[in-house]
Nanobody
Framework: QVQLVESGGGLVQAGGSLRLSCVAS????????MGWYRQAPGKQRELVAG???????NYSDSVKGRFTIFQDNAKKMVYLQMNTLKPGDTAVYYCNADIRRRSYMESNVYWGQGTQVTVSS
């Protein structure tokens, strides 16, 4: 079994910062990529940022220059540093990982339970 657990959400004023963390645990042979998605009320879940095991990153246009994704491969953790937060960033943020449980198995996508980020104006 694989689990992803997020932490670090909360309430912050516009212009403030938050750092989200996510740790993967369980039977894991390799983590091919990790990322952060978010879902605001009434909207579809969208990619915020992703990072491969080799450190290649990608960001949605709405967060470029404000958010930074980074990882600790040894700890199987991914982080999202969010600066200059805006009310439009308010959403539930989900950690996502593409994980191979055994060397002979294909990778599967796993999701965390989500953490609420609320940005007040």
């Amino acid at each position: 079994q694989v689990q992803l657990v997020e932490s670090g959400g909360g309430l912050v004023q516009a212009g403030g910062s938050l750092r989200l963390s996510c740790v993967a645990s369980g039977i894991i042979f390799s983590v091919d990529s990790m990322g952060w998605y978010r879902q605001a009320p009434g909207k579809q879940r969208e990619l915020v940022a992703g990072i491969t095991s080799g450190g290649i990153t990608n960001y949605s246009d709405s967060v470029k220059g404000r958010f930074t994704i980074f990882q600790d491969n040894a700890k199987k953790m991914v982080y999202l540093q969010m600066n200059t937060l805006k009310p439009g960033d308010t959403a539930v943020y989900y950690c996502n990982a593409d994980i191979r449980r055994r060397s002979y198995m294909e990778s599967n996508v796993y999701w965390g339970q989500g953490t609420q980020v609320t940005v007040s104006s």
